[in-house]
C-alpha cells in the first residue's frame, strides 16, 4: 500500500487518503496521521477539488455523533501522532467541483502554526480510496457525504 509521507517544517504527514465519492455528490473526508517534532497547530486547509475545506471533529455527544468545525484548529503536541480518521478528526471537503476517483490524487495545502506564531504550508498529493474504505462500522462517516456543509454546524 502506497503511503503519502511529507515533511512540514517540523510536522511529518504519512498515510493521507481521500475517501472517493460517486457523481453528484458534493462532500467527503480526508484522513491522515500528522506528527509535530514541537507544538503546532493545523490551522487551515485548502484544496483546488473544493470550494471549501475545513479541519473537522466528529464526537458522540450523549446518543448523537455530532460533526463540527474546528475553529482554532486541531493543536498537535510534540512528538505525539495525530490521526486523522473516520468517526474522528477529518480534513471535510464540501462543494466538490468534481467527483473524486479511486485511484486519483487530490491536492492538499495543510497550513500549520507554531507557538512562535510561523506559519508555514505544505502541498501533498492525497490518494483516493474507494468509497468505503476505512470506514468503522458506525463511524456516521458512510453518511457523512450526504450532508449539507450548514447541516452539521452547531
Known sequence: MASAYAQVGQVAVSDAWAR???????A???????????????????TPAAANAEVHEMKLEGTLMKMRALPNGLPLPANQPVQLRPGSY???LNDLKAPLKTGGTVPVTLRFESADHKVSEQQVQVPVRALTAGAPAGSGMAGMAGMAHGAHNE
Open 28 to 46: 467527503t473526508g480526508i484522513f491522515m496521521t500528522l506528527q509535530a517534532s514541537r507544538a503546532t497547530t493545523l490551522v487551515g486547509v485548502s
Open 90 to 92: 477529518h480534513i471535510m
Open 20 to 26: 472517493g465519492t460517486v457523481p453528484g455528490q458534493t
